[in-house]
């Protein structure tokens, strides 16, 4: 079975441009979450979806950083402008359900550097 | 708030037992998780336990859970040249009825000795 995919899996780019990273979950998990990973903060939840509507997004560092779930297969999460500090490496995972017996599985990450 | 706390680093001699330990504050956690992570990759599950059981085998690993003192401790048996990674401790809280995300600690670093 295929897991949790994301693009791309390294981007690069200048501070102030628009950044667009892509998620793909496990087919038939209702549940999405949105992580970053810095070295000084660790692994921070951003936001999470049930069946594409946003339940929680109070750990989005700022108006910066917007989430969509267009349908039941793919997810976006966007940094317009990009910062130097944005630089981290974003996680995308999935769960079948709300239950803890129903863990999150991750993708592979997408590394992000803002020059 | 919910604070996870691991020891940053381990180090251990090929073929002996890894022993990683983690608190945990949130009281309401029922669920607990332990999260592997090599280089340059994403977050592969290994087990996870109940809050109402005191311990959980599978295999290499073992899992134990102090509820009274929120302590959580993984066990790898026989340690291998493959384990080599970051291991991640996780609860996953509740509230309102739904699931929330999980709440990491920052990670130890398994080193192994040859």
């Known amino acids: 079975d295929a897991g949790v995919i994301q693009s791309p899996r390294h981007e690069v780019t200048e501070m102030g441009q628009e950044v667009t990273l892509r998620c793909k979950p496990i087919?038939?998990?209702?549940?999405l979450f949105w992580y970053r990973q810095t070295m000084m903060r660790g692994l921070e939840l951003l936001i999470y979806?049930?069946?594409?509507?946003?339940?929680?997004d109070s750990g989005m560092p700022e108006d910066r950083f917007s989430a969509k779930m267009p349908n039941a297969s793919f997810s976006t999460l966007k940094i317009q402008p990009s910062e130097p500090r944005d630089s981290a490496v974003y996680f995308c995972?999935?769960?079948?359900?709300?239950?803890?017996?129903?863990?999150?599985?991750f993708g592979d990450g997408t590394r992000l550097s803002i020059l | 708030g919910e604070d996870v706390e691991q020891s940053l680093f381990l180090s251990v001699r090929e073929g002996d037992s890894s022993v990683i330990n983690c608190t945990y504050t949130?009281?309401?956690?029922?669920?607990l998780y332990w999260y592997k992570q090599e280089p340059g990759a994403g977050l592969q599950l290994l087990t996870y336990?109940?809050?109402?059981?005191d311990m959980k085998q599978d295999q290499r690993l073992t899992v134990l859970l102090n509820k009274k003192d929120k302590h959580l401790s993984l066990r790898i048996a026989d340690t291998q040249t493959g384990d080599s990674a970051i291991y991640f401790c996780?609860?996953?809280?509740?509230?309102?009825?739904?699931?929330?995300?999980?709440?990491f600690g920052k990670g130890t670093h398994l080193i192994i000795q040859p």
């Open positions: 995972a999935s769960s079948p359900g709300p239950s803890g017996n129903q863990p999150q599985h």
């Open positions: 087919s038939g998990h209702d549940y």
């Open positions: 979806f049930n069946n594409n509507v946003p339940i929680d």
């Open positions: 949130d009281s309401s956690s029922t669920y």
């Open positions: 336990i109940f809050s109402n059981m």
């Open positions: 996780a609860e996953r809280g509740y509230s309102g009825g739904g699931a929330d995300g999980l709440t």
